[in-house]
């Protein structure tokens, strides 16, 4: 064979292989059973490959810890060049980060921007430490207990619908006794709703706009199909706002409990009469504020209340001993947010060039950080994929800015820590375990109903959680 | 207030005419001021609709504004010609980042292209070299009466050359050959690809180590030699230096290059009996293709510090993607930008330098082979660019190519396409049959 033969063959030879196996972006990652990775190669050591379109596919979605798994303990920072960015995956180096919040910044003019305005979300250092507080402060402590007793009453008010034939929220079938109804429908999609709107003083009417504002906001984000929609929800929200902060300026609106009496006043009127900076907030700082209220008070609460419900029918011993220990709702929260929870993670960006765990990360780069794989991983919580209500090494009292990690007991890593962590945690647990022991006082011989839920690859399983919750929930039970 | 969900719209557009007065922050007027709905869907510049015609996506892109903001691949789009060109020849503030970073191998040998004794021995190299070794490649499929251009002539040709300007034995040139496509195929998102990439790069040391050494105790004339007994600061040149400086030089642009330019001949017969009339003309051809269907779809850069420009605040560390084909399509540069046209007279015939040429006609962007250059028309001490050395060696593989046949045409019932094998690979033709007649 001549040079030039031979030369052909391989160059040929070079590109048939590359359009076999190289590049194809329509490539379909198989459906594994879960808690096992697709096999994407190795390298000349042995080490697992990790294929940055896995990110994109929809094996990911439903199985995504032995992922992350592989990404702990060979890749803890990965550089993703597909996504241009990188992740970073263990507990350790997330909170170290969530800490520094000089060294990693929340992205300026970020995905959230365009839809929710200028938010505590993009700021960092002094700037959001003046800010970070202003509604917070009233929605944990002391302020928050106060609410308490409006929260269970809302609870109860929902619960009370599903014995109320007309309301269509159950459906009773004599002969047995029993109640079937979608959790969602009936209580987590509105519940969190409801207390938000409360807390936030919006007249009940807003209730139906709080959906609309909720739902095309957040799948605004990120610039996605809907950014329009989102855009124009943000525009209707600010109109809303804007109606009734003037009027809240000149006077305040209360919450009142059974007897009339002020019990707080409600976030609006708090945040109208805030000063920071020597000036008063103006009513588009207010009304980002209250879309970020809007946007984080909905989603997670509901998703946290769907998935620990889910997660507990399934483990029926686990939801035994919580039904039998009332305190334990707490615990069954905290672990089901570990376990499952519904917000993945938050982006950074290194200010300056680092080298995190060996990998030299350009200043400015996009960095993940995993909340998912941190709280999955093994070197903080044993046995990370069981969900187990009664397990010791997870902390599960008053949620700490500090984070918490002693005597073996380590913060989940849901609510983030640091200067950055969720706001609404504290009203977000009450809602949840509250709601939850105040449900489980109302109703007995709760199951799954089975045939009515969505099912895992193989037809008869129930499908899992995977990222984020679980669309519907629905139940058996019987009244008490 | 409605509870209909679906249609916010009606009551929106109404509120927005009564609310001219007052103060509109900044965010507020960024809300307002976006008109329509990005024209692309999250991610669809790396699904296969972008690999297979780049084009369309591409025009919406540019005719929604100056720039898109890619969330799901955390880049920033550029498409019209002003700016991508503004960009390229912006070295304050955008940088480049080396293949060797992609690899996640930074601090792998040193790159050595712009040393000028390096650069006086590759450009004497390919005088030398390219027309011997573009007749011996038409030679071997002359006599049959058919070929595929794309990977007999395009490919071959720039891979032989490079092997006989380096000074590589004609017996190593296969196995080079496969580790080195192995090499530069791996510098991408791609982990397979980049694992078997590492692997080849290694098998290269190995390779020129022996070959190094030779060449410094007997310098030959040739590349390898200038750079065996080059003089730079820090320690000796090694192999890891060679094959840092073989990954980064990129001589498959060429490949790409010459099979779009016979593509487009070939699809336009007209253009095709023109240029083989006119002979001169082949470099306007090939002016054209890197214009109308350069192999390089986008150059990528780095912003150095915050900027803000195209609409947007660009933060430090952002990837811009400077898309060569949205900018070489953009109408209010070129007129009727999506045909092919040699010689067109809006088009500059020579090489890009700075943003503009002093006559004010655009070039034809490709990035690797017509970026902007910084150095003036007639660099003393340096041998001429790559941009133009790249345009001899295509037009004279193309001149020998033209010289051994005649009725040269498409093989009947081919099909020929560009496209790209991956996201960020060369979006070239690649396969081209045709027939002919021996001379």
Request: glycine share 8%.
């Amino acid at each position: 064979m001549s040079l030039i033969e031979e030369l052909h063959k391989t160059i040929a030879t070079t590109y048939e292989v590359d359009a076999q196996t190289a590049s194809t972006q329509t490539f379909e990652f198989p459906l594994m059973p879960l808690g096992t990775a697709y096999d994407m190669g190795r390298d000349a050591q042995g080490v697992p490959l990790f294929d940055p379109r896995i990110f994109d596919s929809r094996e990911f979605q439903r199985n995504p810890y032995p992922y992350y798994r592989i990404l702990r303990d060979h890749y803890p920072v990965y550089h993703d060049k597909l996504h241009n960015c990188y992740f970073v995956t263990r507990y350790n180096d997330i909170a170290a980060c969530y800490f520094d919040g000089l060294g990693y910044n929340t992205i300026p003019k970020g995905s959230s921007n365009h839809v929710l305005g200028n938010t505590q979300l993009e700021l960092s250092g002094i700037e959001h430490s003046r800010r970070r507080n202003l509604y917070g402060r009233h929605l944990v402590g002391a302020a928050l207990t106060k609410r308490i007793g409006a929260i269970c009453k809302l609870a109860n008010e929902m619960i009370d619908e599903w014995f109320n034939p007309e309301s269509g929220m159950t459906e009773y079938d004599p002969a047995t006794g029993k109640y079937t109804m979608e959790l969602g429908k009936a209580f987590a999609n509105e519940f969190p709703i409801r207390v938000v709107c409360q807390v936030l003083g919006f007249p009940d009417e807003a209730r139906d706009k709080f959906y609309y504002w909720y739902k095309y906001m957040m799948g605004g984000i990120g610039g996605r199909d809907y950014e329009q929609k989102g855009l124009m929800a943000r525009q209707d929200l600010e109109d809303f706002v804007e109606s009734i902060v003037e009027e809240r300026r000149l006077k305040p609106n209360f919450l009142l409990d059974d007897e009339g009496n002020e019990v707080a006043p409600d976030i609006i009127s708090e945040l109208c009469k805030t000063i920071v900076d020597g000036d008063v907030l103006s009513t588009e700082e207010i009304t980002s504020n209250i879309a970020l209220i809007v946007g984080g008070g909905g989603e997670t609460t509901r998703g946290a209340i769907l998935n620990m419900w889910y997660l507990l029918l399934q483990h029926p011993d686990q939801m035994e001993a919580v039904l039998n220990n009332d305190p334990l709702w707490d615990a069954a929260f905290h672990e089901t947010l570990r376990h499952s929870s519904s917000i993945g993670g938050q982006p950074r960006q290194n200010t300056f060039d680092v080298e995190l765990q060996g990998v030299k990360v350009p200043t400015g780069s996009l960095m993940h950080m995993v909340d998912f794989s941190a709280n999955h991983d093994e070197r903080i919580f044993s046995d990370p994929e069981k969900f187990d209500v009664l397990r010791n090494d997870l902390y599960s009292e008053k949620i700490l800015r500090s984070g918490y990690s002693k005597d073996g007991r380590t913060n989940h890593m849901a609510f983030g820590v640091g200067p950055h962590l969720c706001p609404g945690a504290w009203i977000s647990h009450q809602e949840g375990s509250i709601g939850s022991s105040i449900m489980s006082k109302r109703i007995k011989n709760v199951r799954i109903a089975t045939d009515r839920m969505a099912k895992d690859i193989d037809g008869v399983s129930l499908a899992p959680i995977g990222l984020g919750a679980i669309n519907e929930l629905w139940l058996e039970f019987e009244a008490i | 207030m409605s509870a209909d969900y679906g249609s916010p719209t009606v009551e929106h557009e109404a509120a927005a005419g009564d609310d001219e007065a007052g103060y509109r922050s900044y965010e507020v007027y960024q809300r307002e001021r976006v008109g329509s709905p990005p024209p692309v869907k999250p991610g669809q510049l790396r699904t296969q609709d972008y690999l297979d015609d780049p084009y369309t996506l591409l025009a919406n892109l540019r005719h929604y504004g100056p720039s898109f903001r890619d969330w799901q691949g955390n880049a920033f789009w550029i498409t019209h010609y002003n700016d991508v060109t503004s960009v390229l020849v912006d070295s304050a503030n955008f940088a480049t980042r080396s293949k060797r970073w992609f690899y996640g191998l930074a601090t792998f040998g040193r790159d050595l292209r712009n040393n000028v004794p390096f650069l006086t021995a590759q450009a004497a190299g390919i005088d030398k070299h390219a027309p011997v070794v573009a007749r011996e490649i038409v030679e071997a499929f002359a006599t049959r009466g058919t070929a595929d251009l794309a990977t007999e002539f395009a490919a071959l040709f720039p891979l032989q050359l490079l092997g006989r300007t380096w000074g590589i034995p004609d017996a190593d040139l296969p196995v080079f050959v496969e580790r080195y496509l192995r090499m530069q195929r791996g510098s991408r998102w791609n982990v397979a690809n980049q694992e078997a990439g590492k692997q080849a790069m290694l098998q290269l040391v190995s390779y020129f180590t022996p070959l190094l050494a030779a060449r410094r105790a007997d310098p030959q004339d040739d590349v390898l030699s200038a750079l065996a007994t080059l003089e730079i600061d820090g320690p000796a040149i090694d192999a890891h230096d060679v094959v840092a400086t073989l990954l980064e030089g990129d001589h498959e642009t060429l490949h790409g290059a010459l099979a779009n330019m016979w593509y487009l001949l070939l699809t336009h017969p007209d253009q095709l009996n023109m240029v083989n009339n006119t002979r001169r003309l082949v470099k306007y051809a090939y002016f054209e293709t890197l214009r109308h269907s350069t192999p390089v779809l986008s150059g990528e850069r780095f912003a150095k510090r915050e900027v803000e420009r195209f609409g947007l605040l660009i933060p430090e560390g952002a990837l811009v993607i400077c898309s060569a084909a949205g900018a070489n399509r953009d109408e209010t540069i070129f007129r009727d930008a999506d045909q092919f046209i040699v010689g067109r007279k809006d088009l500059v015939q020579r090489e890009p330098r700075g943003q503009y040429r002093a006559d004010g006609l655009p070039a034809g962007i490709t990035p690797a082979l017509g970026t902007p250059s910084k150095f003036p028309a007639l660099p003393v001490g340096r041998p001429r660019s790559l941009y133009a050395i790249t345009r001899d060696i295509a037009t004279i593989a193309s001149h020998a190519l033209l010289d051994a046949t005649s009725n040269l045409q498409l093989a009947k019932g081919a099909q020929p396409v560009l496209k790209s094998r991956g996201y960020g690979e060369l979006h070239t033709c690649w396969h081209l049959p045709v027939t002919f007649t021996a001379k």
